[in-house]
């Protein structure tokens, strides 16, 4: 893989820095306060692959227009429905009034984040042209340990645009080996030569 040389910054600190890491922090917590840690963890991945696969719900968290009221009375029947805790429904609630549920998805990869930080993970995250096989897998994971990272937690996305390859991205670090990104760089070599 080739490194780009571009970075973002989303190492550990992140999950406690901003809008979302406050909000998930928070969440963090009380679910640790009320010792319900691992059920509120493994229903903010439940309701992040939720907001994933629903357009609907997306749609009402994204919609400004709507009011704040009818958003949060839709948001929280949906997680009545699929028999969510109080906590989480609590928690959501006060990010409806707080007028925060277009950020929602994002504070629910924090919690993620801030979970795995605190178990001592890495988190890459690989997005792919193709779903990645169990071999690919299995060498990406080798070659993550070759570079150091021996705890590491793999989070997977596809995206057709990249034609092939993939982008993985840890903490700050970005490589990029995708072919939408050799044939862009290939574009402004001939432009440059020309």
Request: hydrophobic share 45%; glycine share 6%.
């Amino acid at each position: 893989m080739v490194a780009s040389g571009v970075t973002t910054a989303q190492s550990v600190a992140f999950a406690s820095n901003g809008l979302e890491g406050r909000y998930a922090t928070a969440l963090y917590e009380l679910a640790a306060e009320q010792q319900q840690l691992d059920a509120v963890l493994d229903e903010c991945a439940a309701l992040a692959r939720l907001i994933d696969e629903s357009a609907p719900l997306r749609t009402v968290l994204d919609d400004r227009r709507l009011d704040i009221r009818v958003s949060r009375k839709a948001v929280l029947a949906v997680l009545d429905a699929q028999g969510f805790c109080q906590t989480l429904k609590n928690f959501v609630g006060v990010v409806a009034d707080n007028r925060r549920l277009p950020k929602l998805r994002q504070i629910m990869a924090a919690v993620d984040a801030l979970a795995s930080a605190r178990r001592g993970e890495v988190v890459a995250d690989v997005t792919s042209a193709q779903p990645l096989t169990t071999t690919q897998r299995a060498q990406l994971q080798v070659r993550l340990a070759e570079a150091g990272y021996s705890r590491i937690t793999i989070r997977e996305r596809v995206d057709s645009s990249l034609l092939g390859g993939l982008v993985v991205r840890v903490g700050a670090k970005l490589y990029d080996a995708s072919l939408q990104t050799r044939l862009f760089r290939l574009h402004y070599a001939m432009k440059g030569a020309a």
